[in-house]
C-alpha cells in the first residue's frame, strides 16, 4: 500500500492505525468530523472505514444513530468509489455473528444493544454491493473486546483495570463461556494485513485462534493489575455468549499469515499503565477563562497537540467573545459587538483558521463624514481633492510625491510636521476635524495622552488606495465568526462552561493560583487583569460600546460597509452588515448599527464589556503592578487584549495567541 483513506481517524482504533501505516511509509489521508476529505484526492490503495457515533452504552441501543451510522458508511463506500479507489474495509463487529444467530434460531437471545450490531449489518451489506457494482474489493474485519492505549474506560477490561487500580473488587459475570479480547496492536495489524492480502468479499474474525473463557482471561488480569483482589465472578447473570461454533478463527491466517499474538500480560501492563496516566490527567486541570480568540486558540492547542483536558469558563451565554455573530429577525448576520475584519501580511494565520471555517474574500471599504458631506475614507489623495478642491489638492500633490517619494503611506502626525503652507493646512484641518474629534470621542481622553500606536493605525495613505485595511490577505468568515469557534472548540479534550463568572472560583495561596480552591496545573487568564487581583492598585481604564441598531426596507442603506463619522455627537461608526456577507439569500431589507464608545463600567447596565484598554503613560504604569504581582504564581499565564493590557488587532490577537502556546507548552512539559 501507498496511500490509504481513514475515516474516524482520531477514533481509538483509526488513529491507532494511521500511525502505524505512516511508520511504515504509507500516505495516510485521515477524515473525521473535523477534517472532510479534501478534494481531488485519487490513487488510494485503500479506504478504512472507522467512523462510528456512539459505539459504547446505551447509544449502541439508539436505532436513529445506529442508522445514521449505517448512511454513513455507505455514503464513504460509494466516495471511494468515486475517487477510484482499489479496496473498501469496512470495520465490523463481532457482535455480528450472534445477532446473525438471534435472526435465524428464536432460542438465541436478542437484546436492545443488537440494533448496533444489526445496522453494521446492514451497513456491510450495502456497501459490498456499492463496491461490487464499482468492481472495487471489499472486506470486513470483525472486532471482538478490544483494548490498549486509547481505547475507551468503557470497556469491560478498561473498567475492570480501573478499579483494580483503584482498590475495588470489580463485580462480574460467572464468565463459564468462551471469550477473546484483543491488544490494540494486533487489531491495527489485522487490518493492515487485510489491507495488503485481504481476498474480496472475505469476513475476517479478528481474534485469536485459541480461546479462553472470560473467567480465565479476568482472573489473569486481576493477578497482573493488582493480585491482592479477588474479582467477584457471578455478581451478574452470564449475558449472551458468542458461540464461536459459528467464527471462522483461521481464515485471517490463513488468507493474510497475519496471527494476533501480543504477550497478554505486557499488553495489560501496558494498558494499565496508560489508563493511570490518563486519569492522573484528569485530575491535573488545566483552566482558560474566556472563549474569545486567545482563550479558544490556547484551548486547541493543548487539546490537541499535549491531548490534555482543558477546561474554558465563559462569563457570557455564548463563546466567541467579541467575534459573536447570529442572524437578526431579517436574515442579517450580526456582528453583535461591532465589526471584524480578518486582514493580515501572513498567510499562515488563514491556514489555521481555514481548518475550522470556509472564508470567502472580502476588503472592506469605508466613508468619512465630515462637514456634512461624505468624503473618502481611509484618508487619501481624493480626500485632499474633496476637502481642498482642486486647485489646492494639486499643489498639494506635487509636494508630497516629491518630500515622501517611495512611501505609500505617511501617519497623520507626521504629516504635521510638513513646513510646506498647504500641506500643512491640509493637515490641519484632517487632524482638527476628524482625528482630533474622533479620538476625542472614542477614548474620552486628550489626545496628547493616547498611545501613539492608536493614532498611527489610520495613516494617511499616499495616493488613491481606497481600502480601510492594507494587508494583503484580507477574508471573512462564510458562515460567520462563530463557526469558526465552534469547531475550534470541538475536540473531545475541551469542555466549555457558559455563564460562569471565573472570578468566584478563584483564590491565590502562596504562588500559586487555584480554581474552587483546588490546585490547578494551568490557569490561563484573558479577562481583565484589575479584576483578577481585586483592583490592588486601583482600576484600569477599558472603553466599552453601546450599539444601535436601525433596520431598512431597502437592500443598500450607505455608501460603503463602514462609515465613520468624527463629528457627529456620540457615535463614531456605523456598519452595514448585509454589505460584508457572503450569501445574502433570503436576507430582508438592511441592518445599519451605530456604535457609541463609553467608558466601562462592569455593573452598568450599557458599557459593562470591555472592548479596549485604554493605554496611557499612566495607565501602563498601572498595569506594570499587576504584571509583576501577576509573576509571582508560576500556574498562572496571561493572554490577549485585556489581561495584557494592549491594543491588539485580530490578526496579531491570533498570533500572539499562538506563539504563547509555546510558553505554555514548555512549562506543562516541565
Known amino acids: 500500500m501507498k496511500r490509504v483513506i481513514i475515516t474516524g481517524v482520531t477514533g481509538f482504533i483509526g488513529s491507532a492505525l494511521a500511525k502505524k501505516l505512516t511508520e511504515q511509509g504509507v500516505e495516510v489521508i485521515g477524515v473525521s468530523r473535523s477534517n472532510p476529505l479534501p478534494d481531488n484526492v485519487k490513487d488510494v490503495d485503500v479506504f478504512y472505514n472507522f467512523a462510528l457515533k456512539g459505539g459504547y452504552g446505551a447509544a449502541k441501543g439508539d436505532y436513529n444513530l445506529q442508522l445514521e451510522n449505517t448512511l454513513i458508511a455507505c455514503q464513504y463506500a460509494e466516495l471511494s468509489a468515486k475517487i477510484g479507489c482499489k479496496k473498501f474495509v469496512f470495520a465490523g463487529s463481532a457482535n455480528e455473528y450472534n445477532t446473525m444467530k438471534g435472526l435465524n434460531e428464536l432460542s438465541h437471545a436478542l437484546d436492545y444493544n443488537s440494533i448496533y450490531s444489526a445496522c453494521k449489518i446492514i451497513a456491510e451489506l450495502n456497501c459490498g454491493i456499492i463496491a461490487a457494482k464499482a468492481g472495487m474489493e471489499f472486506c470486513v474485519g470483525r472486532i471482538p473486546v478490544a483494548y490498549g492505549r486509547g481505547g475507551s474506560s468503557n470497556t469491560i477490561i478498561h473498567s475492570v483495570i480501573s478499579k483494580l487500580q483503584r482498590g475495588e473488587r470489580p463485580n462480574l459475570i460467572s464468565g463459564e463461556m468462551l471469550y477473546d479480547a484483543v491488544y490494540i496492536d494486533d487489531i491495527i495489524g489485522a487490518f493492515a494485513a487485510i489491507g495488503e492480502t485481504g481476498k474480496d468479499r472475505a469476513r475476517y474474525y479478528i481474534g485469536h485462534r485459541k480461546l479462553q473463557t472470560f473467567r480465565e482471561i479476568f482472573t489473569e488480569i486481576g493477578n497482573i493489575v493488582n493480585s491482592d483482589i479477588t474479582l467477584n465472578f457471578g455478581a451478574y447473570p452470564n449475558s449472551t455468549a458468542l458461540d464461536y461454533s459459528d467464527v471462522d478463527l483461521g481464515n485471517l491466517y490463513n488468507d493474510t499469515g497475519f496471527e494476533c499474538k501480543s504477550d497478554f500480560r505486557e499488553s495489560i501492563l501496558k494498558t494499565a499503565k496508560w489508563i493511570k496516566q490518563a486519569r492522573d490527567k484528569q485530575k491535573a486541570k488545566i483552566i482558560v477563562v ?95 481633492r474633496e476637502i481642498m478642491g482642486e486647485y489646492k489638492a494639486q499643489k498639494i500633490y506635487s509636494k508630497l510625491r516629491s518630500d515622501y517619494q517611495g512611501y505609500d503611506r ?261
Open 410 to 670: 505617511i501617519t497623520l502626525l507626521k504629516l504635521l510636521e510638513n513646513s510646506d503652507d498647504d500641506v500643512s493646512e491640509f493637515a490641519n484641518i484632517l487632524f482638527e476635524r476628524a482625528y482630533r474629534t474622533y479620538t476625542s470621542k472614542m477614548w474620552d481622553i486628550h489626545i496628547g495622552k493616547v498611545d501613539r500606536y492608536v493614532l498611527d493605525r489610520v495613516p494617511f495613505r499616499l495616493g488613491y488606495d481606497e481600502r480601510y485595511l492594507l494587508p494583503d490577505f484580507q477574508y471573512l468568515p462564510k458562515n460567520g465568526f462563530t463557526e469558526i469557534f465552534e469547531n475550534m472548540l470541538g475536540h473531545p479534550n475541551i469542555n466549555v462552561q457558559l455563564n460562569t463568572d471565573a472570578l468566584e472560583h478563584l483564590s491565590f495561596s502562596e504562588n500559586s493560583i487555584k480554581y474552587d480552591e483546588e490546585y490547578v496545573d494551568c490557569l490561563i487568564f484573558t479577562g481583565n487583569i484589575d479584576e483578577l487581583f481585586g483592583y490592588k492598585f486601583g482600576k484600569l481604564p477599558y472603553r466599552s460600546l453601546d450599539f444601535k441598531y436601525e433596520h431598512y426596507d431597502e437592500e443598500s442603506h450607505q455608501p460603503r460597509d463602514v462609515v465613520v463619522y468624527p463629528q457627529a455627537a456620540g457615535y463614531t461608526r456605523s456598519t452595514e452588515y448585509r454589505k460584508i456577507m457572503h450569501d445574502t439569500s433570503g436576507v430582508n431589507g438592511s441592518t445599519v448599527v451605530m456604535e457609541y464608545p463609553l467608558n466601562y463600567d462592569k455593573d452598568a447596565e450599557i458599557g459593562n464589556i470591555p472592548y479596549y484598554p485604554v493605554v496611557t503613560e499612566e495607565s501602563n504604569e498601572v498595569y506594570d503592578k499587576y504584571r509583576e504581582l501577576a509573576g509571582r504564581y508560576k500556574n498562572l499565564f496571561l493572554c490577549g487584549r485585556l489581561a495584557e493590557f494592549k491594543y491588539y488587532n485580530m490578526d496579531i490577537c491570533i498570533e500572539h495567541a499562538l506563539e504563547y502556546y509555546n510558553n505554555v507548552k514548555e512549562y506543562l512539559l516541565k
Open 290 to 384: 474566556g472563549a474569545g480568540f486567545s482563550g479558544s486558540i490556547l484551548a486547541r492547542e493543548i487539546a490537541e497537540h499535549l491531548d490534555r483536558r482543558v477546561e474554558i469558563i465563559e462569563k457570557r451565554s455564548h463563546i466567541g467573545g467579541n467575534m459573536y455573530d447570529s442572524r437578526d429577525a431579517y436574515g442579517v448576520l450580526i456582528q453583535r459587538y461591532g465589526p471584524h475584519f480578518l486582514n493580515t501580511n501572513k498567510w499562515e494565520l488563514f491556514e489555521y483558521l481555514m481548518r475550522f471555517a470556509e472564508f470567502f474574500p472580502h476588503a472592506v471599504n469605508g466613508k468619512s463624514m465630515i462637514d456634512g458631506k461624505y468624503v473618502t475614507f481611509p484618508y487619501n489623495f481624493m480626500t485632499v
